[in-house]
């Protein structure tokens, strides 16, 4: 298995955010770097105040798309940016915790408000070599 990680990947109009771990859940995590990645620099927000996030669906894909959709709201609702994120299994969905800062422009420098998750090139699965990738396109 490889080591986790991050990953944007170009979409016509769009831009599509991808993460990679060992588990579903690092994956998930890593996909949320990807998410702040598309805003700004992640390594310029510092994980000072941490979010409690409970997410349940009825399928890895819906639970993807509900944990991105999440941390969007989170972040408009408290004017905040999230650098680190852990995220463990629960029946039925996740419980994480993002770790974050209030958005400072002259810091943060945001290039794009993302808008939203979307279904579009939606993907949760483990490839032929055991590593789960969690990705779909979101709305910038």
Known sequence: MGKARWELYSHPS???????????????????????AVITEPQKVE????????????????????????????????????????????????RARAWGEPVDVQKHEPAVEVKAATYADLKVERDSDGNWLAQCIVDV
């Open 14 to 36: 769009d831009i599509g955010v991808r993460g990679i771990g060992p588990t579903r859940e690092e994956a998930f995590a890593q996909a949320a770097i990807a998410l702040t």
């Open 47 to 94: 994980p000072k105040q941490a979010v409690e996030i409970v997410c349940r669906e009825d399928n890895d894909d819906l639970l993807f798309v509900s944990w991105l959709s999440t941390l969007l709201y989170e972040m408009g609702t408290r004017e905040m940016l999230f650098s680190r994120f852990e995220v463990e299994p629960i029946e039925g969905g996740i």
